[in-house]
């Protein structure tokens, strides 16, 4: 009975690690999940996990999401390649129920502490490639050069962890508390704005930064102040980042460019993206062409317009649209508010910290393939599943703990 107990506790065990590895190369992150399902399936209890994800505000919004893939697959258009693989990426979500299935716990904390000190290693990781300290291994390929969407991950795991350590340091009760978070705060932010390579992760940093800003705004002189004092450190921050001021300043040549029917930069390529995939999209506004037809579709517009050729939108909302129309954007709306709604409901730090995760994936949705592309779906169920954990639904439609008590 000791081992058996013993036994169930192992998912928590590896869940509460899996934060830390986020920050690592995608196989490492892979290898962390098939430990945590094989545990999962060692651990047993089976009925009473699925009495959980049941039990769970997110369990219908994903059933839905699954069930519009699986009407999709069987009426609309299937292409000859890439169908399969292109149905999976749709379920990354049941992950999720997967992971909130281990309740709520000890490892909830813990899991917390090892995705801020994995960003703390991360920033340190950065700072070493500045100083040319940082050893040229693979291990730390993402960290010496741009790799593609695992150089974006990385900074938006560390936006989401400044996000998460602001809150954190708003509550801090005494000095020494509210200085190390003060400290591993703006020891992250640098990276973040200075040596990451992504506009994505600097977006979401400065949404997570107002929505704890205004959380915490109180309507007196001192609170003013304070806001007014954030906002031009963060103005002359922003000012001095000479890698910022450039990207910035690429993204209005391209949209202008664009504008006058000129062909816009590599960096901004997007918008010629988006703009085929909204004629795709038009083409069937109500039911979408079909689970994995975006690529075969958007290829043959790319080769009359002798454009480039791309995998994927960059943009989840018109590739849900572009497959599976209004029906399947719809689903994935309703998981995404779902989400803002449980944070809401749920308040405290938890509510936060999913209140900041909903809104980067939906920022992170606008500008890439946050969930077609698991590189960076897996980071953000296992994620999510830290606030998401314990959350129970009723008949009643209020969000209770699992002790039945408004949190």
């Known amino acids: 009975m000791s081992f058996a107990a013993r036994r169930g506790e192992w998912p928590q065990k590896i869940l509460a690690v899996l ?71 749709y379920q990354i979500y049941l992950f999720l129920l997967l992971f909130v299935s281990v309740g ?3 490892w909830q904390g813990k899991a917390i502490k090892a995705f801020i000190a994995g960003a703390i290693c991360a920033a340190t990781l950065f700072y070493l490639n500045v100083l040319q300290l940082l050893p040229v291994i693979d291990l730390f390929k993402a960290y010496l050069s741009y790799y593609g969407n695992k150089s974006i991950l990385l900074g938006i795991l560390l936006a989401l962890a400044a996000g998460w350590l602001l809150h954190d340091m708003m509550l801090a009760t005494d000095r020494k508390t509210f200085s190390w978070r003060l400290g591993a705060f703006i020891y992250i932010t640098l990276p973040i704005l200075f040596l990451t390579r992504t506009r994505t992760a600097i977006v979401i940093f400065v949404v997570s930064c107002l929505v704890v800003g205004l959380r915490y705004l109180k309507l007196n002189w001192r609170s003013a102040i304070g806001l007014l004092g954030l906002l031009a450190i963060g103005a002359v921050v922003l000012g001095s980042s000479s890698n910022i001021a450039a990207r910035m300043a690429s993204v209005l040549d ?35 062409h079909g689970i994995a037809t975006w690529e075969p579709r958007y290829a043959e517009l790319a080769k009359a317009r002798s454009v ?7 943009n989840d909302y018109l590739l849900y649209a572009a497959e599976m129309g209004v029906i399947g954007l719809a689903a994935l709306l309703w998981i995404w ?27 992170g949705g606008m500008f890439n393939a946050i969930l077609r592309d698991a590189v960076f779906g897996m980071p953000f169920m296992i994620l999510l599943a830290i606030p998401l954990a314990g959350a129970r639904r009723k008949k009643t439609n209020r969000w209770l703990t699992e002790t039945g008590k408004m949190p």
Do not use: C
Request: hydrophobic content about 55%; overall charge positive; glycine content about 12%.
């Open 104 to 106: 709520k716990g000890d």
């Open 254 to 288: 391209d949209v202008a460019a664009y504008s006058k029917g000129q062909k816009p930069s590599d960096q901004g390529v997007r918008l010629e993206i988006y703009a085929l995939t909204a004629e795709i999209i038009a083409e069937k506004p109500l039911t979408g």
């Open 308 to 314: 480039n050729v791309y995998a994927t939108p960059h």
């Open 337 to 363: 508010l779902a989400q803002l709604a449980v944070a809401w409901r749920m308040g405290g730090g938890d509510g936060m910290r999913l209140l900041i995760l909903g809104l980067g994936i939906m920022v």
């Open 19 to 89: 934060p830390f590895l986020l920050f690592f190369p995608v196989g490492i992150i892979y290898l962390g999940v098939v430990a945590f399902l094989l545990a999962l399936i060692l651990a047993g209890d089976y009925l009473g996990r699925w009495q959980t994800m049941r039990a769970n505000p997110m369990f219908w919004p994903v059933v839905t999401l699954l069930l519009a893939t699986i009407l999709a697959a069987v009426f609309l258009a299937r292409p000859e390649r890439g169908f399969w693989n292109g149905f999976a990426h």
